[in-house]
């Protein structure tokens, strides 16, 4: 499990919740409910940044000692706490409790809401004492003595219980404030949909994949327990940790009860499941094509010179793509894309026999891709041109989106590419260097349609790729080439699908045909 994370098999999402249940965390036990990190901790921008590092919390560092400040207080109480039966520790709350944490994020749906209520006697808890707020939420966890919670993993999956769906009546707080749907932060753009969507980016972004194995240490590993918790300031409560107390030991039956109690309310660590420091996280690998029976050209790499000095000359039809504007003369065999935002025109010479097989795609402004002449493409950027054979018969459709160029076919499939661009020729991975140049390499392609590929679409996001033809809606991984979603489209006579988008916010997909 950990080599297929390494690997990026796993994401980190599903990395984590491993982890959990390994570590003896379920969905059907409240005091043992999987635990998940906060990743950031930029809760008031308007706009998210997830380049800048100052928008990540410190993933070596436990919640307690996060802030200087507070943890020099805790670090205070540890060093003169002084008791013959009961062990030293920093934290008198925990991470993760069935009251304070998992009732306390989810008390919105149900059947966490009756089970809020039950434990605070038929009501539920002051309003000004309710999840009301992310951020000053994140802020009570990071300044709070009292407070050290982590995330329940409905933080990075389900937005839901972020509102206030069943119109229950909290109350209202001393600030008179009716507490109803969850206050987000500014970037959320108080949907939470976007909160949910912005909060697994970060989940999944370099920046966490770098430094995620730090806080499993803490929570599942080597600094859980022992002089390395204690160096780490990573030490709890003695009943916190499992295997502490022999319940069978305790005689009289109110010691044992109250123990019970207390092990289950006031918060559990999960199972020590390493010994050892995690190992990092691998780089993003280049797979190469899957292996098939079906006879496709296979592109490991191809290299392309620059071409200059062309003039330009009038297009007899040209089109508006929104992000850039492509025009093309058939007679003259000349193709001209011009970036709106860069107003750089790019020359592309070309034997068009078809115009029906020049397509638009738009990526950035400086990366334009057009089918050429039938099974053949056309790639520029700024002056860089190159033309490749990429399917054995006519390419359909296309999606470009920064270095990776997906094409779909009359054939059926579809080809992931990489594309690499060095204007100067000097950064490409080739032996020969020339002067400018763009290099390519085929890294999977992908079956599953039974008729050409009519529209694609895909998100680097979610790695996901989703594809139509006139039978079915497929959806693949982007990095594995893994089938995971396929749907019966079924439409009858000439009708077929016109388009195909997928959010940026759920990675979820939609197709409208005619």
């Known amino acids: 499990m950990t080599l297929a994370w390494k690997d990026r098999a796993l994401s980190n999402f599903e990395y984590l919740m491993n982890l959990n249940s390994v570590g003896g965390r379920s969905l059907s036990d409240l005091s043992q409910y999987p635990v998940f990190p906060w990743v950031l901790s930029d809760y008031h921008s308007e706009e998210l940044d997830l380049e800048r590092a100052e928008s990540f919390r410190d993933l070596s560092k436990p919640m307690g000692a996060l802030d200087a400040d507070r943890m020099a207080q805790f670090q205070e109480n540890y060093d003169s706490f002084d008791d013959p039966k009961i062990p030293k520790f920093f934290y008198g709350s925990h991470y993760s409790t069935m009251a304070g944490v998992v009732l306390y994020?989810?008390?919105?749906?149900?059947?966490?809401?009756?089970?809020?209520?039950?434990?605070?006697?038929?009501?539920?808890?002051?309003?000004?004492?309710?999840?009301?707020?992310?951020?000053?939420?994140?802020?009570?966890?990071t300044t709070n003595l009292s407070e050290?919670?982590?995330?329940?993993?409905?933080?990075?999956?389900?937005?839901?219980?972020?509102?206030?769906?069943?119109?229950?009546?909290?109350?209202?707080?001393?600030?008179?404030?009716?507490?109803?749907?969850?206050?987000?932060?500014?970037?959320?753009?108080?949907?939470?949909?976007?909160?949910?969507?912005?909060?697994?980016?970060?989940?999944?972004?370099?920046?966490?994949?770098?430094?995620?194995?730090?806080?499993?240490?803490?929570?599942?590993?080597?600094k859980q327990r022992g002089p390395d918790a204690v160096a780490a300031a990573n030490v709890f409560y003695y009943l916190t940790y499992p295997g502490t107390v022999d319940i069978e030991d305790i005689k009289d039956p109110a010691i044992r009860a109250a123990t019970i109690l207390q092990i289950a309310h006031f918060g559990q660590c999960p199972m020590q499941i390493l010994s050892r420091p995690h190992p990092r996280r691998g780089k993003i690998p280049i797979h190469s094509p899957l292996a098939t029976t079906t006879a496709v050209e296979r592109f490991e790499t191809l290299r392309f010179e620059n071409h200059k000095n062309y003039e330009l000359l009038d297009c007899t039809e040209s089109v508006n793509s929104g992000n850039a504007v492509i025009a093309w003369s058939e007679s003259r065999k000349v193709m001209a894309c011009s970036g709106i935002e860069s107003g750089c025109v790019d020359l592309v010479f070309f034997n068009v026999q078809d115009t029906s097989s020049v397509h638009k795609v738009t990526g950035k402004s400086s990366q334009l891709v057009q089918s050429g002449s039938k099974n053949s493409l056309v790639l520029s950027s700024h002056s860089v041109m190159a033309t490749l054979r990429a399917h054995h018969a006519k390419v359909t459709c296309m999606a470009l989106d920064d270095n990776i160029l997906i094409t779909g076919s009359d054939d059926s499939t579809l080809k992931l590419w990489k594309v690499f661009i060095d204007i100067d020729g000097e950064n490409l991975s080739s032996d020969e260097r020339v002067s400018g140049g763009i290099e390519m390499k085929s890294f999977l392609c992908l079956y599953g349609h039974l008729s050409p590929v009519t529209n694609v679409a895909f998100t680097s996001k979610f790695e996901l790729v989703a594809s139509t033809s006139k039978e079915r809606c497929l959806v693949h991984c982007l990095s594995t080439g893994e089938l995971v979603h396929c749907s019966s489209l079924d439409l009858a006579g000439n009708r077929t699908v016109r388009g195909l988008k997928l959010c940026k916010y759920t990675g979820g997909f939609e197709y409208v045909y005619d």
Not at 124 to 133: A, G, I, V
Not at 152 to 171: A, K, Q, R, W
Not at 192 to 197: G, H, L, M, S
Request: aromatic share 16%; proline share 6%.
């Open 148 to 222: 050290v919670k982590e995330l329940t993993p409905e933080f990075y999956s389900n937005p839901h219980f972020l509102t206030n769906h069943n119109d229950f009546h909290f109350g209202s707080t001393q600030e008179k404030r009716q507490v109803g749907d969850v206050i987000l932060p500014p970037w959320a753009h108080n949907d939470p949909e976007i909160f949910i969507a912005k909060m697994r980016e970060a989940l999944e972004s370099d920046y966490v994949s770098a430094c995620l194995h730090g806080w499993i240490d803490l929570i599942f590993g080597y």
């Open 105 to 141: 994020f989810l008390v919105r749906c149900e059947p966490f809401s009756s089970l809020h209520i039950q434990m605070q006697d038929g009501h539920f808890d002051y309003p000004d004492r309710l999840f009301n707020s992310v951020q000053s939420t994140w802020k009570m966890c």
